[in-house]
């Protein structure tokens, strides 16, 4: 057997499947109020921006912009940015960011993945940020591609897993990981793309909980509430190693795929 004979496309989206269903637009409308405000000071952002080159661009798409962590960051750069969500929650929000920090030149689209994008604008920049967790990657990325004029910027995160295994074993919650960048590398490749890799790594939503009890409320909010043998299991996870707790388990990875459209 040789990689030819391997269909990425369908393999991801047999994995996508098997893992379970992307949340909804209603699950990432109750979320936007949790989320409020960009985090444009936090080193996932700051990490993303430095590795994105805004040369020669006076716009840019930015693909489940959520309430504009990357569209804030990227205003003072440039002339338009386009922020496309299918969330209408997160779109408010992300106008009520905008106006509050000044910016005039963010303009927001009510659009899903899965819509047709015929009138969505070509971009100079291209950018999905923490949000392609779709059910269909090639279709999304022939997306990303036939908008961007210059550049396409992507994060998926490394492993799959948006809580570390250790602690959903401990909670009895195991489950499938989500595909990641390897998918993403592979589809690319066989449309003709050799993209970029860089990787980020940031806090995951458990870091710095003072104690048990705000961990494992944390824990509980995630992956839905525990009963005491859950718990018990928990703690003792918690308790065997303090440094780890400390830092709620694994960080996040970030895979940052990216490229030039003239490659
Ligand atoms: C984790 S947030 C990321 C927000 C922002 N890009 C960032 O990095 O902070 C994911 C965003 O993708 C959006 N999203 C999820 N699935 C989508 C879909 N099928 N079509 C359009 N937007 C979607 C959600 O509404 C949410 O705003």
Redesign the pocket.
């Known amino acids: 057997m040789t990689v030819f004979a391997i269909d990425f496309a369908r393999l991801y989206r047999d994995h996508m499947a098997a893992a379970g269903k992307?949340?909804t637009?209603e699950d990432?409308?109750e979320?936007?109020g949790k989320?409020k405000q960009?985090?444009e000071k936090g080193i996932?952002?700051t990490a993303?921006m430095g590795r994105m080159d805004f040369s020669d661009c006076d716009s840019l798409l930015?693909?489940?912009?959520?309430?504009?962590?990357?569209a804030l960051s990227a205003a003072p750069h440039l002339d338009r940015i386009y922020g496309?969500?299918?969330?209408p929650r997160?779109l408010a929000l992300l106008t009520e960011n905008a106006r509050s920090k000044g910016y005039s030149n963010i303009y927001p689209i009510t659009?899903?993945?899965?819509?047709d994008w015929s009138d969505v604008p070509v971009c100079d920049i291209v950018?999905?940020?923490?949000?392609s967790?779709?059910t269909d990657m090639a279709d999304a990325l022939e997306k990303l591609n036939s908008k961007a004029r210059r550049r396409v910027y992507l994060?998926s995160l490394v492993g799959g897993y948006f809580i570390d295994p250790g602690i959903l074993a401990a909670a009895n919650r195991q489950r499938m990981p989500l595909p990641d960048y390897l998918y993403i590398v592979n589809i690319l490749y066989r449309m003709g793309i050799h993209p970029r890799l860089d990787y980020i790594e940031s806090e995951n939503r458990l870091a710095g909980k003072k104690d048990f009890t705000q961990f494992s409320r944390k824990v509980g909010a995630i992956l839905g509430e525990l009963n005491p043998q859950e718990a018990e299991r928990l703690k003792a996870w918690y308790d065997a190693d303090p440094e780890r707790a400390r830092s709620g388990g694994d960080p996040f990875r970030w895979a940052v795929v990216s490229w030039e459209k003239s490659i």
């Open positions: 992307p949340k637009r990432w409308d979320r936007a989320m960009g985090q996932y952002t993303l930015d693909v489940g912009c959520g309430v504009g962590t990357v496309l969500d299918f969330s997160m659009r899903a993945w899965e819509d950018v999905a940020s923490r949000s967790v779709v994060t």
